[in-house]
Each structure stands twice: as structure tokens, then as C-alpha cells.
């Protein structure tokens, strides 16, 4: 099974960068669906970007586009979310996620439509702090 671990959090101003990266030591990530969420004191958990591993095909949230990009590393067995012009509503906790699906579709139906509550596989999460 899955063993996520997040690296790369960390307190920035606005308007700076970050790297957060996922590593699966438990199996290969390459066969499926990787997400990352996030979560803010007081607030739901929500969906940032998700990645099908099998294709390679991507998909971000709304509040996140154009400034996060997801991507996946096989040879690492690593997802990395690059993150640029941070704002202060991007301060949260952020979780990589993980699940098996046989398509994309089914990925970014889990991503969009279910939601947190499709993906099995969760890391403990990565502290990302960003001062206006």
C-alpha cells in the first residue's frame, strides 16, 4: 500500500514560490491517481491540482490556475507541486493524496466530484505559510 511522505513546506511572502513534493515508498505511483489537497484552520478540505499518473494528464482547481502547476517524476517515484505567486489565502496544510483508478476520467471524477473522501492513501501533510 501507499506511503505518502510531503516535503518542501515551509513560510514565504506573498508573491514567492515553493516546491512541495510527494514520495511513495509503498508503491509504484506511475499506475495512478495522485492529488494534492489542502486545508486551512477552520475550513473544508479541497482539492488544488491532481495528476494521473498512468497518462500523465493534469488537472488544477480554479482558485489555483495558471499559478500551480502538478507534475510527476517516475524515476523518483515523486509528484511535485510547484507553486508561484503565493497569497495569503494559499496559507494552509498540504496533503498528497492517492488512489487506483484505470482512467483519467475516473481521476478527475474522484478529484472534482468526490473529493477528498475518494482518495485512500493519505500523507500527514506539509505546512505551507505565506505573510502578506
Known amino acids: 500500500q501507499a506511503q505518502l511522505v510531503e516535503s518542501g513546506g515551509g513560510s514565504v511572502q506573498a508573491g514567492g514560490s515553493l516546491r512541495l513534493s510527494c514520495a511513495d515508498s509503498?508503491?509504484?505511483?506511475?499506475?495512478?491517481?495522485i492529488a494534492w489537497f489542502r486545508q486551512a484552520p477552520g475550513k473544508e478540505r479541497e482539492g488544488v491540482a491532481a495528476?494521473?499518473?498512468?497518462?500523465?494528464?493534469?488537472t488544477t482547481a480554479d482558485a489555483v490556475a495558471g499559478r500551480f502547476t502538478i507534475s510527476q517524476d517516475n524515476a523518483k517515484n515523486t509528484v511535485s507541486l510547484q507553486m508561484n505567486s503565493l497569497k495569503a489565502e494559499d496559507t494552509a496544510m498540504y496533503y498528497c493524496?492517492?488512489?487506483?483508478?484505470?482512467?483519467?476520467?475516473?481521476?478527475?471524477?474522484?478529484?472534482?466530484?468526490?473529493?477528498?473522501?475518494?482518495?485512500?492513501?493519505w500523507g500527514k501533510g506539509t505546512q505551507v505559510t505565506v505573510s502578506s
Open positions: 493524496a492517492a488512489d487506483s483508478t484505470s482512467a483519467a476520467r475516473l481521476c478527475w471524477y474522484d478529484f472534482r466530484i468526490t473529493g477528498a473522501a475518494a482518495f485512500r492513501y
Open positions: 495528476i494521473y499518473a498512468g497518462g500523465g494528464s493534469t
Open positions: 509503498g508503491y509504484t505511483i506511475s499506475s495512478n491517481c
